[in-house]
C-alpha cells in the first residue's frame, strides 16, 4: 500500500499574499532531500500556488501518519522562521497552533491524502489552488466523476458506467455523509451548490472499488473563530483506466467558474487555470488560480511533474475569466463580487454589528419582525456571530 500525501501552508507572502519567497522553496526542498534520504518518503516535491507551498510525498505510513505529519509541520516552523527573517507578510499565516501534536488536524496546514495500491502505469493529478476555499472543488468533480458532458467514459467505459460514491463534508456540525451515484445525484446537487459550507472530501469508484480522488476540507476561519487568510485548497486525483482520462479530470476548468475567496478572502471571483510560473495572482489579489501538476507515480517514485494547464487550449478559459473578473470588480463592495454577510461573520462584520446596536430604531407603525422569526439560523462550529472579527 503506498501513500500520497499534499501538505500545505502558508508560511509568509512574497510580495503581500502573491508568492512563496525562492528561498522557502530552496528551503523545503533540502528538508525533502533529506527525508527521502532517510527513507522516511519513498519520494517527494514542493510546489507552490501563490504564496501557499505544498509538500508532495509518496510514502507507506498510510494517511493521517504522525512521521509525515510532524515532518512537514517541522518543514513550516522552519520556513516561518526565515519568512520572518526576511520579513514576509503573514509569516507562520496558516500555522495556527504553537506546539505539534499527533496530527495536523484543527493546527492550520491543509492536507489531501490517498492511500491505494499502485496500478501499473498511475497517473495523477494534484490540483493546488490560492485565494479560495475547500469547496472551490466541487463543481469541478461533480463534472469529472458525474457529469457525461464532460466525462465520456461514464457512457463509455463499463468500468465507470456504474458510477462513483461522493463522500461530503458538513464544515459547520463536523458531520458527513455519502452520495451514491448517478442514483444520489439530485441530493448531491442541493448540498454541494452551497460550497462554503457542504465540501466533497473523497470519491470512490463503485467499479473498482477504489478510492479515485481526495481534497483538503479544513476551513481556517472555523478552526481560528476569526479571519486568518483563505484555505487555499488542495486536491489529488487518480486517472486512466476505469477512472477519468486525464483530460477528462482537467476539462471542468476550461470553465473559469466563480469562487469564494479573492482579496481579504471576501469577494467571489473566477478560478483561473495557470501555469506554475503563472500563478501568482496580484490583481485585486487575484483572480483565484489553480495549477494541475501531473504525475506519473512509479514504484512509489514521483515521476514529473508535467504542468498541465500550460496548454493554449486553456487560453480562452483565461481570457474569460479576465472578462470576469472586469465585470465583478465593477461591483465594488456590492454584492454578489462582495460575500454574503453570513459568510463575513468572521471578519468585519461583527464588530460593526456591536458597534451600532444601540442606533437601531424602530420603524414607527412597523408589523412585527416576521422575517427574523421565519429565518432559521445555521449552527456553526466555533464561535457565535458576536465575537469580534
Ligand atoms: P490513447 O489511445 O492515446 O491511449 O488515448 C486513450 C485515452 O484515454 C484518451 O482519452
Ligand atoms: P491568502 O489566504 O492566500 O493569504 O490570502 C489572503 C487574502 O485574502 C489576500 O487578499
Ligand atoms: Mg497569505
Ligand atoms: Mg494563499
Ligand atoms: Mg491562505
Not at 71 to 78: H, S
Not at 228 to 242: E, H, I, L, T
Not at 270 to 283: C, E, F, I, K, Q
Amino acid at each position: 500500500m503506498l501513500t500520497l500525501s499534499i501538505i500545505k501552508a502558508d508560511t509568509g507572502g512574497f510580495v503581500g499574499h502573491s508568492a512563496v519567497h525562492p528561498d522557502m522553496i530552496d528551503l523545503a526542498r533540502r528538508a525533502l532531500d533529506g527525508a527521502r534520504t532517510s527513507e522516511l518518503l519513498l519520494d517527494g516535491q514542493v510546489a507552490t500556488c501563490g504564496d501557499d507551498l505544498s509538500l508532495i510525498m509518496t510514502h507507506t505510513y498510510g494517511a493521517d501518519a504522525q512521521l509525515i505529519h510532524e515532518f512537514a509541520w517541522d518543514v513550516f516552523t522552519r520556513t516561518t522562521a526565515l519568512a520572518k527573517d526576511l520579513g514576509l507578510y503573514g509569516a507562520g499565516q496558516d500555522l495556527l497552533s504553537d506546539a505539534f501534536s499527533g496530527n495536523l488536524r484543527g493546527m492550520g496546514p491543509g492536507y489531501a491524502e490517498l492511500d491505494f495500491e499502485e496500478r501499473p502505469s498511475e497517473p495523477v493529478i494534484c490540483f493546488l489552488a490560492d485565494k479560495t476555499e475547500p469547496g472551490a472543488w466541487n463543481l469541478a468533480l461533480y463534472k469529472m466523476f458525474a457529469d457525461p458532458f464532460n466525462t465520456a467514459g461514464l457512457v463509455i467505459d463499463s468500468k465507470m458506467h456504474d458510477g462513483f460514491v461522493f463522500e461530503v463534508y458538513d464544515l459547520f456540525e463536523e458531520k458527513r455523509i455519502f452520495f451514491d451515484c448517478p442514483g444520489d445525484l439530485y441530493d448531491l446537487l442541493m448540498y454541494i451548490g452551497a460550497p462554503a459550507r457542504y465540501v466533497i472530501h473523497s470519491v470512490r469508484s463503485k467499479a473498482l472499488g477504489e478510492v479515485a480522488a481526495a481534497t483538503s476540507t479544513q476551513r481556517l476561519s472555523l478552526i481560528a473563530g476569526k479571519y486568518v487568510g483563505k484555505d487555499d485548497p488542495v486536491m489529488m486525483v487518480r486517472c486512466q483506466s476505469g477512472l477519468p482520462a486525464v483530460g477528462e479530470v482537467l476539462e471542468p476548468f476550461a470553465f473559469p467558474y466563480a469562487v469564494a475567496g479573492c482579496m481579504r478572502g471576501s469577494h467571489h471571483a473566477p478560478l483561473m487555470p495557470v501555469s506554475v510560473g503563472t500563478a501568482h495572482p496580484s490583481r485585486f489579489d487575484g483572480p483565484p488560480r489553480v495549477v494541475a501538476l501531473g504525475f506519473q507515480i512509479t514504484h512509489g517514485r514521483l515521476i514529473g511533474y508535467r504542468d498541465l494547464f500550460d496548454d493554449p487550449a486553456f487560453d480562452d478559459a483565461r481570457r474569460q475569466a479576465n472578462a470576469a473578473m472586469d465585470y465583478l470588480r465593477r461591483h465594488g463592495p456590492f454584492e454578489p463580487h462582495r460575500l454574503p454577510l453570513e459568510d463575513l461573520e468572521y471578519t468585519t462584520m461583527p464588530g460593526i454589528e456591536a458597534k451600532l446596536a444601540d442606533h437601531w430604531q424602530p420603524i414607527a407603525g412597523s408589523l412585527e419582525p416576521v422575517h427574523q422569526e421565519h429565518r432559521e439560523e445555521p449552527a456553526r462550529a466555533g464561535t457565535a456571530s458576536g465575537t469580534p472579527g
